[in-house]
């Protein structure tokens, strides 16, 4: 007779997966994420930026303004005077409206927009003259090819005309 198996309970480790549910959309870490993102971009600076500045990782960092990580309080002021916040004015920082976060996003979106546009007139201006020596060449081969074809065209008429009287 065997044993009837009970249910495994596994519990969390250092490196399982915690067993309390991820942070809702409204939450503090979220809140306090957007303020802190809201400030880095007012300074017009990059994550990497800030990273640097508070001695964190990159990596750290996005996730702090994603509301994914539970960071200090310690941490939380260090960033906040790198983009020039209260760390008690950011906790307590009130909840954005949708058009705001559409607003950033759609900022952000251009400002990417517009870089690579700057990037694309610095290539167009780099690749400028050998396009302009390609379309001469091409222009000057299509004249070649028509003087030959010209040519060409006349060699029949001379070998078919009859030789002139007295040419001999």
């Given amino acids: 007779m065997s044993r009837p198996s009970s249910p495994r309970i596994v519990k969390p480790g250092p490196h399982a997966p915690s067993s309390t549910p991820s942070q809702p959309p409204g939450s503090m870490h979220r809140r306090v994420g957007r303020a802190l993102q809201r400030a880095r971009l007012a300074l017009q600076l990059t994550q990497a930026q800030v990273a ?37 004015e950011t906790i307590a920082a ?52 028509t003087r030959r074809r010209a040519a060409a065209r006349r060699e029949p008429e001379r070998a078919t005309t009859p030789p002139r009287r007295g040419a001999w």
């Fill in 52 to 88: 640097e500045l508070a001695d964190l990782s990159l990596k750290y960092l996005g996730e702090i303004e994603r509301g994914e990580a539970n960071t200090t309080l310690d941490r939380l002021e260090v960033i906040a005077n790198v983009v020039g916040l209260d760390a008690a």
């Fill in 94 to 145: 009130p909840r954005e409206s949708i058009a705001e976060r559409i607003r950033v996003l759609l900022r952000d979106d251009a400002i990417r927009m517009i870089e690579r546009l700057q990037e694309q007139v610095e290539w167009l201006d780099i690749i400028a003259p050998a396009r302009q020596l390609a379309t001469e060449n091409a222009v000057e081969t299509r004249r070649s090819r």
